[in-house]
């Protein structure tokens, strides 16, 4: 075992893939000399001479060449350096990595890996705190995944790197160092598709992914003793776990979902959407979401009240319970 943070726990995954596979590459704007802007590859340049790639400040281009390069049979993992900067390689992302097998009748397919921090609390400007997630689970063919923690997020990206087909990789930057947790040193997958539950309970279900998780947990600590909340770490947003969120909500009867993206077609909508589809009659009272609002992220000033707080989450939990 060895205690990590989510920026370590993520080298680890990353070095253990590329010792067990040749075709392994890693590609991205200042990935290779200086480790990444987080330094998420530091000492891979070095260890792995010749499969480490600095590229220009072309994100169309380093998710372009990653396409071409998993479809001819390598593993690219691309770096994008902040979330907001997705929105240009989209075209590559959607129309080509997300079809391939489709178009090519599975005759292709593209195990391409894209690692992107994302999401607010840094204090960071424009472009630089996006939480795009639901833009990426409405693309037939593509992967969403969302660590919380050290030890999710090295099981996960194992993962996503063995997997046949494209994945997003959302790495919560602000608490890429917040948490620490022991983690094994060897090698250890954590399935795609499954949920977490963080912690079980009876009078409600709370629901988070990446960086809300941290807040969600610590506000329940907070309010220890109040309510029996069952937390639920959702770890993949496409596909996601629906049957641990609809067996949940049919037990405690209320839900509160939250998340850093805006409200409007955030995945809290899809969730309870099958909330209703599947649990309506078990429900007390109407499933609250605590999000963002529907405007663009701001700069620092008021980063905090765009953003989910405890506060907030407090509220809405108290919502549900008095309805």
């Known amino acids: ?102 178009r090519s009748r599975g005759r292709f397919t593209c195990p391409l890996v894209i690692r992107t921090p994302y999401g607010g609390g840094i204090r960071a400007l424009e472009l630089h705190g996006e939480s795009g997630e639901a833009i990426f689970a409405h693309t037939p063919g593509l992967k969403m995944v969302v660590p919380s923690n050290p030890y999710d997020a090295k099981g996960l990206l194992a993962s996503a790197i063995r997997d046949p087909d494209p994945v997003i990789f959302y790495e919560p930057m602000r608490i890429y160092r917040a948490i620490k947790q022991d983690i094994p040193e060897k090698e250890y997958l954590i399935p795609i598709g499954k949920a977490n539950i963080v912690q079980e309970g009876n009078d409600l279900t709370l629901i988070a992914w990446g960086a809300s998780l941290k807040m969600c947990k610590d506000l329940l600590e907070e309010m220890k003793g109040r309510y029996s909340v069952e937390l639920i770490d959702l770890r993949t947003i496409s596909p996601y776990d629906r049957e641990t969120v609809i067996n949940s909500v049919k037990k405690t009867g209320r839900c509160v979902i939250v998340h850093e993206a805006i409200q409007t077609c955030g995945f809290a909508a899809e969730l309870i959407a099958a909330i209703n589809e599947d649990a309506m009659l078990s429900l007390h009272g109407p499933v609250v979401r605590v999000t963002s609002p529907d405007v663009p992220f701001p700069l620092y000033r008021l980063e905090n009240d765009f953003l989910p707080s405890m506060a907030r989450i407090k509220k809405g939990i108290e919502k549900v319970m008095e309805f």
């Open 1 to 102: 075992m060895v205690v990590a943070n989510i920026i370590q726990a993520v080298n680890m995954a990353l070095k253990q893939e590329m010792q067990r596979d040749s075709k392994v590459v890693v590609l991205g704007e200042d990935v290779g000399v200086n480790g990444g802007v987080f330094r998420a590859t530091d000492g891979l340049y070095k260890e792995f001479p010749g499969r480490v790639f600095d590229t220009p400040l072309a994100e169309l281009g380093i998710v372009g060449t990653s396409v071409g390069m998993a479809v001819n049979g390598l593993k690219p993992i691309a770096e994008i350096q902040f979330s907001g900067f997705m929105y240009g390689p989209f075209d590559q992302i959607f129309s080509h990595a997300a079809r391939i097998r489709m």
